[in-house]
């Protein structure tokens, strides 16, 4: 039964934070420096969330394994310019490679 309440409760704090947003004012959100946050705050987020996950070992030590090599890869694609789904194809190959070579 404690499953359900914590389920509850996410999902209430989910609505409320969905609410809260929503009754900003809106010449809060027209101010630049608010702008501009709420433009590069999605791209720092997922920089952060990347490089966790390329770079997180055990026990939060460093970890260069062949995610790092994928993650090389896709950088290298993304500075060819090359489409998106090449970077994505390029990441994928690179790091089956290197685990395959067992790194």
């Given amino acids: 039964m404690s499953v359900w309440w914590a389920i509850a409760v ?3 704090g989910c609505y409320l934070v969905k609410l809260l947003g929503l009754s900003v004012p809106a010449g809060a959100l027209e101010r630049p420096l608010v702008r501009r946050l709420a433009a590069l705050l999605p791209v720092a987020l997922l920089a952060a969330l990347t490089g966790l996950q390329t ?3 055990q026990a939060g030590a460093l970890a260069l394994d062949a995610r790092a090599a ?3 890869a896709a950088a290298l694609a993304l500075l060819l310019r090359a489409p998106f789904l090449v970077v994505i ?3 994928v190959v690179v790091t089956a490679g290197a685990r395959a070579l067992g790194g």
Avoid: E, I
């Fill in 70 to 72: 994928g993650l090389g």
């Fill in 55 to 57: 770079f997180g070992g």
């Fill in 10 to 12: 996410t999902a209430a």
């Fill in 89 to 91: 194809g390029a990441a």
